[in-house]
């Protein structure tokens, strides 16, 4: 079993559409008994608190039904985990920050390096824009997540 997590800040967009996207995808390829997912903020501003509601249209005009709660990122995640996937470089350093000794370095790669059609080299945080900047974090997921599962494929 593979398991993977999404982090962001607040886990109440980018993640948990990544974790959502992932799981419509390991679905759709039959995977559910190979692969598992979920999601965590590296802040605790949101615990609790569903996905946000903008980044729920987004994704549901592509099928997709945005599940969970906010949850923040804890050390025990890098051993309860098969690879730690951040949304941008500032989720990374502050994730990669709680493994003072470097043991799990490997583990935490940036969500965009599984980029097939997209060049961009992190997921642009859509929380204070306005609803195309939702559609276009759901469309550079989307891509990301299918470059992912071709690779723990």
Do not use: W
Not at 6 to 27: D, K, Q, T, W, Y
Not at 73 to 89: G, P, S, V, Y
Not at 105 to 117: G, P, S, T
Not at 125 to 136: A, I, M, S, V, W
């Amino acid at each position: 079993m593979t398991k993977l997590l999404f982090v962001c800040l607040g886990n109440i967009c980018r993640s948990p559409s990544a974790e959502n996207i992932m799981n419509h995808l390991i679905e759709k390829a039959d995977l559910g008994d190979r692969i598992t997912c979920d999601s965590a903020g590296t802040g605790g501003y949101h615990i609790g608190s569903p996905p946000d509601k903008r980044m729920a249209v987004a994704a549901r005009k592509r099928d997709i039904e945005l599940l969970g709660a906010a949850r923040q990122f804890q050390r025990k995640d890098f051993e309860n985990f098969d690879l730690i996937l951040a949304m941008d470089r500032d989720n990374y350093r502050n994730i990669l920050a709680l493994d003072n000794a470097g043991k799990y370095k490997e583990k935490v790669r940036l969500m965009c390096d599984f980029c097939q059609k997209y060049d961009l080299k992190e997921v642009p945080d859509p929380y204070y824009g306005g609803p195309e900047g939702f559609d276009r974090v759901i469309d550079l997921l989307l891509d990301a997540c299918e470059g992912l599962l071709e690779y723990v494929k």
